[in-house]
């Protein structure tokens, strides 16, 4: 409850303006009650007043709730969304700001779900499910006064189905909890699995895996089907019951109302009334016992997405731009991703020296992609010390004076990185461009493209604002990845990271783009991570990476 209040706040308008329409139903309910007595009675001659008059009051009650359930719905369809789009930003906002090290425990599939059915689950709770338990307590208490007022006995023996009611909603709420969230991880997986198939469709079709991935997806379906069966078997008997108690009270009062009246001891405008209040204090129990399902269900999201908030954020720094040429330094480094995992790097020590250009070369796992990360704070070395640093000219000593920092998030504004694979977005390739530089010119642009042997661009029917698919859809690897240098070159930059990002290209095409690369960033750093031994040619220093076993 704590965690919701301090999200409600975003909720709180819609979540206000619900509780006041409900609470103004309750009591346009309670008058029509009484209008409608009244009338009863006129009519029967137990009570003077004029027929037409009451007549009227009860009309207005009607189109007053009319127009309460048309503000409502507005309300829903206006404030609704806007709350639900503030609460995914919230939760994006954590997940991209997020340290790197930590999401990669959650599948992507499990992530969107959560991002979409979850966040929807907890903006209905918020907004609806909570105003409504309001409404509900209100229009309870209030008819439950109203007719103890005319009738103390009949008011007791319609609510003698609470105690029931109770004892059952605390079962129902612990073994529904559990099959709820059952049914959340199925969801999730049945996502991962579909999103993952489409994402590697081709190497599904190439190792004719497509009838076992089908094979594999129905049966995390059958599992859910089994889930949702129980969880329908189980909400069926807990209502069942509960309606038997509540049908069972209504009777006993309807007997004792209708003995009453041939008693002589009310009039038949009470008894309509008493008929009329008694479904007014049942419905809010039996819209408790709706809400009960829907509260579980949002708990559970709950459970979820504080799993989501609680993964560790980095800290929120102003970026720091080292002046001059800047080099990274490694001091005695060495780094495990997980306390008992293997170790990847160490005792690593080397000097990246400003303006230098160097391979790391090495086999899969010797920790190459890892120092890349480390280079950009993405994690941290498990032992020694990494620093970026840089030599200032001092204007009035003619010297230079040394800027060394602990490599951070901060630092990142004086990269530019080029990772492995196709790291397209899907738009245009203009969009994509302005990505490194959001103020780029379409001359810019177009340098940009040509450094990076991307030149192809500009015999496209669109040229810049082609649209690429998800990944580059649409464009060969190799392009892709020329396109994803060229963003990368526009990006201003002390320190050029590239990690594979030639593998797709020819021998002639990565020759003519290194060369350009090495003129363009002439007094940048460069750090390339290759397999290929023909880059050594183009740089000044070579560092080999051997993988550590145990």
């Known amino acids: 409850m704590a965690w ?44 003077e007043g004029s027929i037409i008059w009451t007549a009227v009051v009860l009309a207005v009650v009607f189109l ?17 969304v806007r709350t639900q789009n503030l609460m995914q930003q919230f939760f994006f906002r954590q997940l991209i700001k997020g340290k790197w090290h930590g999401i990669e425990k959650y599948h992507s599939g499990d992530v969107l ?45 319609v609510v003698i189905a609470s105690p029931i009611f109770v004892i059952l909603s605390r079962i129902y709420f612990k073994r529904m909890r559990r099959i709820v969230r059952t049914i959340k ?31 594999k997806l129905e049966q995390r379906q059958g599992l859910l089907h089994k889930q949702i069966k129980a969880r329908a078997r189980f909400s069926i008997l807990s209502k069942t019951l509960v309606n038997i108690g509540f049908v069972g009270a209504f009777l006993l009062a309807l007997v004792w109302g209708l003995f009453q009246l041939q008693a002589g001891l009310i009039t ?111 994690i941290n070395p498990s032992e020694g010390t990494a620093e970026a640093y840089s030599s200032t000219l001092n204007s009035q000593t003619s010297n230079f004076k040394p800027q060394t ?26 969009e994509n461009l302005l990505m490194g530089k959001p103020d780029a010119t379409d001359e810019e642009m177009r340098h940009a493209l040509q450094l990076a042997m991307a030149d192809f661009v500009f015999t496209l029917p669109n040229g810049l604002d082609t649209k690429c698919a998800e990944q580059g859809g649409g464009l060969s690897e190799g392009q892709a990845q020329r396109i994803a240098i060229a963003r990368a070159i526009l990006h201003p930059c002390k320190v050029l990271l590239l990690d594979e990002a030639t593998s797709a290209l020819d021998v002639e095409t990565e020759k003519k783009l290194l060369e350009n690369l090495k003129q ?26 051997e993988r550590l076993d145990g």
């Open 268 to 378: 038949m405008g009470v008894l309509m009334a008493f008929t009329q209040l008694i479904n007014r204090i049942q419905r809010p129990m039996l819209d408790a016992a709706r809400l009960l399902p829907i509260f579980v269900n949002s708990m559970t999201s709950c459970e979820r997405l504080m799993e989501l908030e609680e993964l560790p954020l980095e800290p929120e720094e102003e970026p720091i731009l080292l002046d001059g040429n800047v080099g990274i330094r490694f001091n005695d480094v060495s780094y495990q991703y997980t306390n008992k995992g293997r170790t990847i790097i160490q005792h690593f020590s080397h000097d990246f020296q400003p303006g230098s250009f160097t391979a790391i070369l090495g086999e899969t796992g010797a920790g190459k992609t890892t120092l890349i990360r480390m280079i950009l704070a993405l």
């Open 113 to 157: 779900n959560r991002l979409f059915g979850d966040v929807n689950d907890i903006v209905n709770l918020m907004t609806d499910i909570l105003p409504t338990t309001v409404i509900v307590i209100t229009q309870f208490v209030a008819s439950f006064i109203y007719l103890y007022l005319m009738d103390s006995t009949l008011a007791l023996i």
């Open 4 to 47: 919701l209040w301090r999200h409600h706040k975003s909720c709180r308008l819609q979540a206000v303006l619900n509780v006041f329409i409900g609470l103004a139903m309750v009591a346009l309910g309670l008058l029509g009650v009484d209008a409608i007595r009244s009338l009863t009675d006129i009519a029967t001659h137990a009570k």
């Open 520 to 545: 363009h960033f002439h007094d940048s750093t460069i750090i390339f991570v290759t397999h290929r031994l023909a880059v050594v040619d183009f740089t000044s220093d070579v560092i080999r990476m």
């Open 64 to 80: 007053l709730e009319i127009c309460m359930h048309i503000a409502s719905t507005w309300i829903s369809a206006v404030l609704g």
């Open 185 to 215: 991880d199925s969801n999730s997986a049945i996502q991962s699995i579909i999103q993952e198939s489409i994402q590697h469709k081709m190497v599904i079709k190439v190792l004719g895996r497509e009838a076992s991935m089908v094979d």
């Open 405 to 430: 920092q602990p490599l951070s998030p901060a630092l990142r504004s004086n990269f530019s990185y080029i990772p492995q694979g196709n790291t397209l977005f899907s738009g245009t390739i203009r």
